[in-house]
């Protein structure tokens, strides 16, 4: 499995970006996609997860009601719309697939993309 990540850039505060994650092979239904981050010198965090199945999204509290998670199960890609963003947003933006369905942590994710960057000025 290999997961493709592209549409990260620079963004002024309060701007918007939309992550693309591709994934080669086929998702099935009881495989979560997730969207991860990484900021320099801190850990890796969950910023929201998809179930492929039901389209069931789950956010981290700090991207609530920001960022929106979806799917296109045709093309087998996700996405993460970015709305509203803040400085703190900063980060290295990773998507991960899990085969066993787990939503987070990272550890529990079993594929990943090779990250794109995400830099908001303030």
């Known amino acids: 499995v290999q997961l493709q990540a592209s549409g990260g850039g620079l963004v002024q505060a309060g701007g918007s970006l939309r992550l693309s994650c591709a994934a080669s092979?086929?998702?099935?239904?009881?495989?979560?996609m997730g969207w991860f981050r990484q900021a320099p010198g801190k850990e890796r965090e969950f910023v929201a997860t998809?179930?492929?199945?039901?389209?069931?999204?789950y956010y981290a509290d700090s991207v609530k009601g920001r960022f929106t998670i979806s799917r296109d199960s045709a093309k087998n890609t996700v996405y993460l719309q970015m709305n509203s963003l803040k400085p703190e947003d900063t980060a290295l933006y990773y998507c991960?697939?899990?085969?066993?369905?787990?939503?987070?942590?990272?550890?529990?994710?079993?594929?990943w993309g090779q990250g794109t960057q995400v830099t908001v000025s303030s």
């Open positions: 092979g086929r998702t099935f239904s009881s495989h979560t």
């Open positions: 998809i179930r492929w199945g039901t389209g069931r999204e």
């Open positions: 991960a697939r899990s085969n066993r369905g787990a939503l987070y942590p990272a550890e529990s994710f079993d594929h």
